[in-house]
């Protein structure tokens, strides 16, 4: 069931034009029509204060926490196995997304400029909490 909801997703965001183009509205900042992306006022800029910092600034850091609390709660706990489990997930989860990532293609159908004709799903904004 998962793997049907993804697909929509999949073909539904990264290979119809509709879908390209909302993700552009969202990553294009040269373009003044980005304020009225639905998501543009929970990144801060809409009120004027200091946006989140990219993930690509963060990502390892953020891993590390993550993986640092699981380690800390399975030697508090003595819970090996789930300790063992959870870390798997996080590298099934963050190695899937880089797979899927590369073999998943975007074809360009609205002539996007060359910086967002890249593939963004599955999205490591999203990959990485969820691990």
């Known amino acids: 069931m998962y793997s049907l909801g993804f697909l929509a997703i999949y073909l539904l965001a990264a290979c119809t034009p509709v879908g390209q183009r909302a993700e552009n509205a969202v990553f294009d900042l040269g373009v003044p029509d980005m304020e009225k992306a639905w998501i543009f006022p929970w990144s801060g800029g809409g009120i004027g204060s200091t946006t989140l910092p990219p993930l690509e600034l963060t990502h390892i850091k953020t891993l590390i926490v993550g993986l640092g609390v699981i380690a ?3 030697l508090v706990r003595r819970c090996w196995w789930q300790g063992c489990a959870a870390v798997g997930v996080v590298v099934a989860t963050i190695g899937a ?3 899927l990532k590369s073999v998943l293609p975007r074809p360009d159908l609205v002539n996007a400029r060359e910086t967002l ?3 963004s799903f599955p999205s490591g904004h999203t990959a990485i909490p969820a691990g």
């Open 117 to 119: 004709i890249e593939g």
């Open 97 to 99: 997304k880089e797979v």
């Open 72 to 74: 800390v709660v399975t």
